[in-house]
Antibody, heavy 118, light 108 residues
């Protein structure tokens, strides 16, 4: 059974950094294209970026608003996906979800809340 | 970037009625790679439909998806009380993946 569990969120000051984790089970992250999505309070869903499978080059792609500050990576030995966020802004306050489509349907985690405030 | 526009923004219906939600794309979605999600307050989105017309595991058959190219539809044949929520479409045919702004389905 595919499961995704995000962690690492919390309260951070503007300008700070944070690394979010997404622990996967039921599939190998190295073989999957994985995405991060976020949702600001009271707002809709915003796709943040993805990392391709190793066989497809393992490259990353990001939404234009975040491409200079966000970085996606994975640790195949830990079967975990990461999202590094630098130079945090108040508008980065959101629930961050990881998602994957190993075959067919999509699977999402429960999300982790990041609050950026002084 | 493919822009998805959902309509209507809000849909007011009664239990037992049929709901039709639309998702229009600014350009053709590759491979009918479009999903529909349901979201209730405080919860993660729940996938209903993937690849435009395939129901996800455990989704009741009153939910159905259709469409291709630039026009997609989510139909709920007979609304149950638990179906009142916000619905999003998402295309994943090409990066950047994008979401519609959502349709709020409320009880009339």
């Amino acid at each position: 059974e595919v499961q995704l569990v995000e962690s690492g969120g919390g309260l951070v000051k503007p300008g700070g950094s944070l690394r979010l984790s997404c622990a996967a089970s039921g599939f190998r992250v190295t073989f999957a294209w994985m995405s991060w999505i976020r949702q600001a309070p009271g707002e809709g869903l915003e796709w943040v970026g993805l990392i391709k499978s190793r066989s497809d080059g393992g490259t990353t792609d990001y939404a234009a608003p975040v491409k200079d500050r966000f970085s996606i990576s994975r640790d195949d030995s830990k079967n975990t996906l990461y999202l590094q966020i630098d130079s945090l802004k108040t508008e980065d306050t959101a629930v961050y979800y990881c998602a994957v489509r190993p075959s067919g349907s999509w699977y999402w985690g429960q999300g982790t809340l990041v609050t950026v405030s002084s | 970037e493919i822009v998805l526009t959902q309509s209507p923004a809000t849909l007011s219906l009664s239990p037992g009625e049929r709901a039709t939600l639309s998702c229009g794309a600014s350009q053709s979605v590759t491979g009918t790679y479009l999903a529909w999600y349901q979201q209730k307050p405080g919860l993660a989105p729940r996938v209903l439909i993937y690849d435009a017309s395939n129901r996800a595991t455990g989704i009741p058959d009153r939910f159905s998806g259709s469409g291709s190219g630039t026009d997609f539809t989510l139909t709920i044949s007979r609304l149950e009380p638990e179906d009142f929520a916000v619905y999003y479409c998402q295309q994943y045919g090409g990066s950047p993946y994008t979401f519609g702004q959502g349709t709020r389905l409320e009880i009339k």
